[in-house]
């Protein structure tokens, strides 16, 4: 599952009358989560030698001749396609959601692709988990509400995964979940 609790899995307090301590203690737990890889960094190499392999194959024919100059130029431009395409993807990827929940204090910061930076920040008594197993634009869409916002969690994960995150997510915030 591309989720991790960085730090303790200590329940929040049922309830909270704390001001906010500026982030100045620790959370008491931290979940990053993040979008599964289905190609490693080794099967890229694999994948690419691979492709280049087979590409080679049909200009084994044409070797020493002069259209083999002529083809060269469209088989580095397949290739090179390729791995453009797949280091993109690998970049796209690189999302990191981070849930650092306080006893006072609830943060939620997303780590776009190309730097973009989001957050929102709630009181964890005053928020509310929902599941919305049928409602929602996916199955099993996952958000957290408070401070007047709705905002969905884990929107790279499957909709199992999703559920799984639900029910941890439920067990540390003291079951507010809706």
Not at 31 to 47: I, K, T
Not at 73 to 90: C, D, E, H, K
Not at 116 to 128: I, L, V
Not at 168 to 175: C, D, E, K, N, Y
Request: aromatic share 10%; net charge positive.
């Amino acid at each position: 599952m591309p989720y991790e609790w960085v730090k303790g899995n200590a329940k929040a307090p049922a309830l909270s009358g704390a001001f906010y301590n500026g982030g100045r203690t620790p959370p008491a737990a931290v979940l990053h989560l993040w979008p599964h890889r289905s190609l490693p960094a080794r099967g890229f190499v694999l994948f690419i030698a691979l492709t280049c392999g087979l590409v080679a194959v049909p200009l084994l024919a044409v070797l020493g001749t002069p259209v083999l100059w002529g083809l060269l130029p469209f088989v580095v431009l397949v290739i090179g396609g390729v791995w453009y395409a797949i280091q993109r993807n690998y970049r796209d990827g690189q999302v990191l959601e981070e849930l650092s929940l306080w006893s006072d204090h609830l943060r939620l910061q997303r780590h776009g692709p190309r730097g973009q930076r989001r957050e929102w920040e709630a009181n964890p008594y005053w928020t509310r988990l929902h599941l919305h197993e049928k409602d929602g634009p996916v199955e099993n869409y996952l958000t957290i509400e408070g401070a007047g916002r709705e905002v969905e969690l884990g929107a790279f994960l499957s909709p199992k995964e999703r559920r799984e995150l639900f029910e941890a997510l439920r067990g540390i915030m003291g079951g507010r979940a809706g």
